[in-house]
């Protein structure tokens, strides 16, 4: 479940614009992100409403931010490739992998990371 909405995004966070039908959609799966890197801490923290709770929504924005940002509707369930090199005959296709940090595969904000991290809600590693 979603522990931030289209109020808290475009108001306390000062989000860049999302079609407000769309935001749903992209703010559960960064919230599933999210509780998936912090083994579910940041979603407690949320419900607890402690000192983490706002490093968590502000995790949760970051990450719908960048969801929306990498291709709107189309990306969700993409693969986190794109197409660099395309040619017609005998058909050959090259792919560009983004640079960046992700967890299994799915690209995830450093802003996010950030947030999570300063508020403990991740481990940082050795």
Same mark, same amino acid.
């Given at each position: 479940?979603?522990?931030?909405? #289209? @109020?808290?995004?475009?108001? %306390? /966070?000062? $989000?860049?614009?999302?079609? *407000?039908?769309?935001?749903?959609?992209?703010?559960?799966?960064?919230?599933?992100?999210?509780?998936?890197?912090?083994?579910?801490?940041?979603?407690?923290?949320?419900?607890?409403?402690?000192?983490?709770?706002?490093?968590?929504?502000?995790?949760?924005?970051?990450?719908?931010?960048?969801? #929306? @940002?990498?291709?709107?509707? %189309? /990306?969700? $369930?993409?693969?986190?490739? *794109?197409?660099?090199?395309?040619?017609?005959?005998?058909?050959?296709?090259?792919?560009?992998?983004?640079?960046?940090?992700?967890?299994?595969?799915?690209?995830?904000?450093?802003?996010?990371?950030?947030?999570?991290?300063?508020?403990?809600?991740?481990?940082?590693?050795?």
């Amino acid at each position: 479940m979603a522990y931030i909405d #289209y @109020s808290y995004y475009m108001g %306390e /966070y000062k $989000g860049s614009p999302i079609p *407000e039908e769309e935001f749903g959609q992209f703010s559960e799966r960064a919230c599933d992100i999210i509780e998936a890197l912090t083994a579910g801490k940041a979603g407690l923290s949320v419900k607890k409403e402690n000192g983490k709770a706002t490093a968590a929504k502000k995790a949760a924005c970051a990450q719908t931010e960048m969801l #929306y @940002s990498l291709g709107g509707k %189309e /990306y969700l $369930g993409a693969s986190g490739t *794109e197409i660099s090199r395309e040619e017609i005959g005998n058909a050959s296709v090259s792919y560009r992998h983004k640079n960046g940090l992700s967890y299994l595969g799915i690209p995830i904000s450093g802003l996010a990371m950030m947030f999570l991290t300063e508020a403990g809600l991740i481990q940082r590693a050795i």
